[in-house]
């Protein structure tokens, strides 16, 4: 996919937009971007998703995690024991996702993120 300097801008400004929200909310990757570049962008799911995963490889444990562990809002061994599940997960998910066609990978993520709206919507957590 050759890319134009206006795609270029747009791709950066999703960029800055979704690390924003990230810094802010702890979201952004594939809420924001994913359906962006399917949308706007024109990428297909399992692209979208491809890429974004790609994206966020360097930025995550960098300057946003750096804010929070300077305030001591980082549990180390929690984290560690989150990046070794995150490995495996992510390694069978992506295993899984690209064997899956793109309407069936499209409509898992809609589901998840409706699912999770409606939780963060309708449940109050309860307080330990």
């Known amino acids: 996919m050759q ?38 962008f ?13 994206m966020m490889i360097p930025p995550i444990g960098l300057l946003a995690a750096r804010e929070y562990y300077l305030r001591g809002y980082v549990h180390i061994s929690a984290c560690l024991l989150l990046i070794s599940g995150y490995l495996l997960g992510s390694y069978l998910g992506g295993r899984l996702a690209v064997h899956l066609p793109d309407h069936v990978v499209r409509k898992i993520f809609a589901w998840f993120i ?12 309860t307080k330990t």
């Open 42 to 54: 024109g990428f297909n799911q399992h692209q979208a998703q491809g890429t974004t995963l790609a």
């Open 114 to 125: 409706l699912l999770v709206s409606l939780k963060i919507l309708f449940f109050t957590p």
């Open 3 to 40: 890319l134009n300097i206006i795609a270029m801008a747009g791709l950066l400004i999703l960029g800055i937009c979704a690390g924003y929200l990230g810094g802010l909310a702890g979201v952004g990757g594939g809420i924001l971007v994913v359906p962006a570049l399917v949308y706007i």
